[in-house]
T-cell receptor
Framework: DAEITQSPRHKITETGRQVTLACHQT?????MFWYRQDLGHGLRLIHY???????NKGEVSDGYSVSRSNTEDLPLTLESAASSQTSVYFC??????????????FGEGSRLTVL | AQTVTQSQPEMSVQEAETVTLSCTYD???????LFWYKQPPSRQMILVIR??????QNATENRFSVNFQKAAKSFSLKISDSQLGDAAMYFC???????????FGAGTRLFVKA
């Protein structure tokens, strides 16, 4: 079965360190997204990509970067982790434009703690 | 810009009873999708139900149904015959038709009492 996987599922790091969260999907979806989930805010969009070599900033992109070198992967990098980036991070994908029903397919989430 | 508002941070329901979760949204678009996603303690986000704005008929999925009021920009979720497994965080979400960015509400945590 097609799926979307994130790693690591849990990560504890220190302020100032670089952290990369991996996201790999086998749905063959062009669209991929990174969200962060914080109490009282729901899910907020960090970065998104509509295809290989395409990346775009979401509403809370400061301090984060992504790259898209193939269809399957969209890693999220925190260049210099800050305590405000302690959160649960979700990767998601959706179908290409002609088939897009709007539904998001989610990974299991990655809990990041920055001390 | 589109917004999604869930005014109930928490709700509780007795097992086998019915509960309604509220959601309102703001948009100037006429074509869009609305969703309810469920997030159980496992953290996995699961699609519960989807509504296309051009359809007047309310979507239903087994015990889950919606009350979609387009003019009022309201999209509530009704859970009938509540079960312990329905306990979760529920998110209302919006996306423009042909768009790619989903907007989420803050979520409603549902407790189910045995």
């Amino acid at each position: 079965d097609a799926e979307i996987t994130q790693s690591p599922r849990h990560k504890i790091t220190e302020t100032g360190r670089q952290v990369t969260l991996a996201c790999h999907q086998t749905w063959n979806h062009n669209n991929m997204f990174w969200y962060r989930q914080d109490l009282g805010h729901g899910l907020r969009l960090i970065h998104y990509s509509y295809g290989v070599q395409d990346t775009n900033k979401g509403e809370v992109s400061d301090g984060y970067s992504v790259s898209r070198s193939n269809t399957e992967d969209l890693p999220l990098t925190l260049e210099s982790a800050a305590s405000s980036q302690t959160s649960v991070y979700f990767c998601a994908s959706s179908r290409s434009e002609m088939e897009n029903t709007g539904e998001l397919f989610f990974g299991e989430g990655s809990r990041l703690t920055v001390l | 810009a589109q917004t999604v508002t869930q005014s109930q941070p928490e709700m509780s329901v007795q097992e086998a009873e019915t509960v309604t979760l509220s959601c309102t949204y703001d948009t100037s678009e006429s074509d869009y999708y609305l969703f309810w996603y469920k997030q159980p303690p496992s953290r996995q986000m699961i699609l519960v139900i989807r509504q296309e704005a051009y359809k007047q008929q309310n979507a239903t999925e087994n015990r889950f149904s919606v009350n979609f009021q387009k003019a009022a920009k309201s999209f509530s979720l009704k859970i009938s015959d509540s079960q312990l497994g329905d306990a979760a965080m529920y998110f209302c979400a919006y996306i423009n038709t042909g768009g790619f960015k989903t907007i989420f509400g803050a979520g409603t945590r549902l407790f189910v009492k045995a």
